[in-house]
């Protein structure tokens, strides 16, 4: 069964720091590029950033540059988002989601799989 499993969400104050783990099962993880997106109340859905699992390459939307990582352990088949520096304007529902297509899945494309989602609350 093709999965995705994410986790490490939850509450944090303004300033504070989360890891969020996205852990793939089913499918060959160096063929995708993985991305995490979210998606606050009464918002649009945003990519927030993507690793490609083959080569390494990364983007990051403007509003978390410099504040987020993300990262792939391949013997692991897992991505990890490190957010430093939370802010109230970061909670959301994330959900990370694998495709194919590297361009794709930073664009926001319509996208191959999909986690559940794991929720972030940054309190002010």
């Known amino acids: 069964e093709v999965q995705l499993v994410e986790s490490g969400g939850g509450l944090v104050q303004a300033g504070g720091s989360l890891r969020l783990s996205c852990a793939a099962s089913?499918?060959?993880?160096?063929?995708?590029?993985i991305g995490w997106f979210r998606q606050a109340p009464g918002k649009e859905r945003e990519v927030v950033s993507c690793i490609s699992s083959g080569d390494g390459s990364t983007y990051y939307a403007d509003s978390v540059k410099g504040r987020f990582t993300i990262s792939s352990d391949n013997a692991k088949n897992t991505v990890y988002l490190q957010m430093n520096s939370l802010k109230p304007e970061d909670t959301a529902v994330y959900h990370c989601a694998a495709d194919h297509s590297y361009h794709t899945v930073v664009v926001g494309g319509y996208v191959e799989v999909w986690g559940q989602g794991t929720l972030v609350t940054v309190s002010s």
């Open positions: 089913g499918f060959t993880f160096d063929d995708y590029a």
